[in-house]
Structures are given as C-alpha cells and as structure tokens.
C-alpha cells in the first residue's frame, strides 16, 4: 500500500495480508488475457478530494476542567470498526488532540477491545481519554444484545460520566442513536444509516446529540462501475430479508441502480441465524441458486461472507466463469473475488472523524455538524480470477488500481 499523505505512522491501519503485484508487474500477467479496445474511465479518485490538511478545531480544555471521557460500543467483533478507530486516532494525533502511540501500539490488530484497552491504558493526551470500562460489545448475539443495550442505556443516564460516546456499527447505531439519551454519540462504520433508520437525513441526524458518517453514494458508486466494466443484465445479490439485513447489503441503492441502468436484480434471501454454520449453509445455498440465474453477483455485507468464507462462497460464479464484486473491499479479492472498490486506508476518514469529534469539543452541536464524507476509492482486481472468467481489464481500470492481485482462491 503507498504511504498516504496524511497520516500518523504509528496508527497507519493495518495492511491485508498477503502478497499483490503492482500494476508494472501485472503486465506481465495480463500478456495472457484477451485482447480488447481500453474502455475509457473517468478516474474514480478524482470522485473524492482529499482533506485539507487544515485543523478547523483546535485542541481546546473541557470545560469545567478534567479530559474529556469518550466510551464505545460494537455490535460485535468486524475487522472495519477496528481499522476505523485507528484511523480516528490518527486523525486526532494530526490535529493535535493526542500524541502519537508509542512502539508498543497494536498497529496491526483487528479486534477492536484490543485496541481500546492499549489505549485506555496507554494514550498520552492532555485533552481526551478513553475509558477502560466504558467498551461494550454485543458478540453478535440476539441475547446479549439487549443487554448490553439497557447497560449502556443505564450508564448514560444514571452515571453520566462519559463526555462522547463511538457507536460503531449498524447495530449500534440503532441502539444509541435515539432519544432514550442526551449523552453525545458518534456513529461510523454503517452501511447505509438512513436505510437502516439510524437517522432521517443524510447532511444531519435530526437529533441534537448524534452525529452519523454518510456517504449516500458509496455503493451506487460500486454498482455503476461493476456495470461499466462488465455490462451485465442479470446482477445476483443475496441478503437477510429484514430492515437491518437490507441496509448492510445496500439493496435499496442496487434497486435503485437497476432501474438507472435497466438490469435486473436476481435475489435471494438468506434468513438471519445466530448460528453460524447454519448462516453459512444458507449463502452458499444461494450461491448455488443464483449462479444459474445470473451473469455477475454483487457479494455483499452479510454475516457469513468473511475472507475465510470466501473462496467457498465464490467457487459456483467462477464455476460458470461469472464475474463477481465485493462491497466490502480488497481483503475479498484477495481471496479470488474479481473486482472491488471500497475504503482506501483509513487516513482521510480517521482525518474526517476527528475533526467532526473536534469541532464537537469546541463546543459545536453533534447535530449540527456536516455528515457526508466521500470514501476515498481503493480500486482491486484479481487478474487470476480475471483469466478465469474470460474478463479483459481496461488500462484505464489498472492504471487506477492500488492493489492488484495475480493468485487463485486458496
């Protein structure tokens, strides 16, 4: 991954793992693929400016004295919200509310208790802490989530000792994100907040005390591209079938591209399991259904898709040599998914997260603070899964790509 302009070395987020050839190297396996006239894309990294490097808020005392104490809430353990708090802390050593972590930070970890402990126990700032016993996670289950849900719930309203409260997550969006409360809370890591109900507009929350990231184009963005390069008519999607299942597997903007494109959306509905294999059985049942109904597939947020999972998820569209895009990032490419366009680093958005956190410690309503951010684009292409299933990739498309993998699902 190159090093991005803005950022703090010692909380760079993690890179994936695994080996990816870039692009000088690529053209040596492209040697083998069909040969077909460039496709001329309008480069998607134009699509998001970079932050100006700017500090609209500086680093300001808490009133009354003492740090300013944020807590933090998780639906359950995802890679994501773990790269996202990192990139916040990045952003809050650029502009100046922390210093930077020492050696000892746990700069490649995905578990997001992991690293609010380290930093609980270890951040050096004259301005915010990170309190020890205020992390919360659900683990993904229907039972314990209630109660976590009232534990917070209880402590925001009786103890009322936390200043701001990261509710990362869909799931912990819907739980915080209301008038039970008056505690300031921060949402990021959703798939689509207004789908979900997290809040009513996409500019602002409409409550006072929340404040939710939105990008409204995000997967549009995906679809159209996806639809670009391979011209598809019969687009697979699988998903839980509930208000939540759908935001996370951004259907309503899959709809809403089929109707702007003129393909059709092939579905099927996986019901939502707290056990896991049984989950899993279910998507690979999909798989299996909709490989014989579709000419590309579109491998959302789901609760059985995982890197793990993946190749096994996969293996029907390749198979039939079907085309295939991950919402969720390179990490799935990697693992032989054709295409993505997701999340970049981390940097920019850390950087955007800290300041809209900034601006909320020098005294600016959650609530009245501008939502939208622009994913900056990171394009991936698996070219060995490209030879599989007869796709030729414009130069323009590789050109634009940060990661580029050469090696089949394991």
């Known amino acids: 991954m190159p090093t991005p302009s803005v950022h703090c070395p010692a ?10 050839v870039r692009f000088g190297r690529a053209l040596a396996a492209l040697a083998a693929l069909p040969v077909v006239p460039v496709l ?9 400016a970079p932050l100006s490097a700017e500090v ?49 930070f746990p700069a490649t970890t995905e578990s997001t208790a992991e690293l609010w402990a380290w930093l609980a126990a270890n951040s050096q700032s004259t301005y915010i802490s990170f309190a020890a016993d205020a992390f919360w996670d659900a683990k993904w289950e229907a039972e314990t989530q209630p109660k976590v849900k ?10 009322q000792d936390l200043d701001a409260v990261l509710a990362l997550g869909t799931w912990a969006g819907l739980a915080l994100a209301t008038t039970a409360h008056r505690t300031p809370v921060f949402v990021f890591q959703t798939s689509d907040p207004v789908a979900a109900g997290i809040v009513t507009g996409v500019r602002r929350s409409g409550l006072d005390h929340v404040f939710v990231h939105t990008d409204p184009e995000r997967h549009k963005r995906q679809l159209r591209l996806f639809h670009d390069l391979v011209g598809f008519k019969h687009l697979g999607i699988a998903y839980d079938d509930t208000v939540v299942g759908r935001a996370y ?50 491998l959302t947020h789901t609760w059985a898709l ?3 999972t993946t190749p096994e998820l996969i293996a029907p569209f390749l198979e039939r040599r079907i085309p295939t895009f991950a919402q969720g990032g390179a990490r799935f490419v990697q693992k032989g998914v054709l295409l993505s366009m997701a999340q970049s680093d981390f940097t920019a958005l850390g950087l955007f997260y800290a300041q809209s956190l900034g601006r909320f410690m020098n005294g600016v309503r959650p609530g009245d603070l501008d939502q939208v951010f622009e994913d900056i684009p990171h394009i991936a292409i698996n070219i060995r899964t490209a030879k599989r299933v007869g796709f030729s990739p414009p130069l323009d498309l590789l050109s634009a790509a940060e990661d580029i993998y050469d090696q089949d699902a394991p």
């Open 306 to 308: 995982s890197p793990e």
């Open 150 to 159: 009232a534990a917070v719930l209880t402590r925001l309203n009786q103890t």
């Open 249 to 298: 597997a951004a259907v309503a903007d899959a709809e809403a591209v089929a109707a702007e494109r003129g393909f059709t959306l092939e579905r099927c509905q996986a019901a939502r399991n707290d056990d896991v294999q049984k989950v899993l059985a279910a998507y690979l049942a999909c798989s299996q259904d909709l490989a014989q109904r579709v000419d590309a597939m579109y």
């Open 11 to 20: 909380v760079t987020p993690a890179p994936r793992p695994g080996r990816f």
């Open 40 to 48: 001329i894309l309008v480069l998607i990294l134009a699509l998001a």
């Open 56 to 104: 609209p808020s500086p680093p300001k005392a808490r009133p009354g004295g003492g740090k300013w104490r944020l807590g933090c809430m998780q639906g359950g353990q995802y890679p994501y919200y773990a790269f996202a708090l990192r990139g916040l802390v990045a952003g809050l050593v650029q502009t100046g509310w922390m210093q930077a972590p020492g050696p000892d």
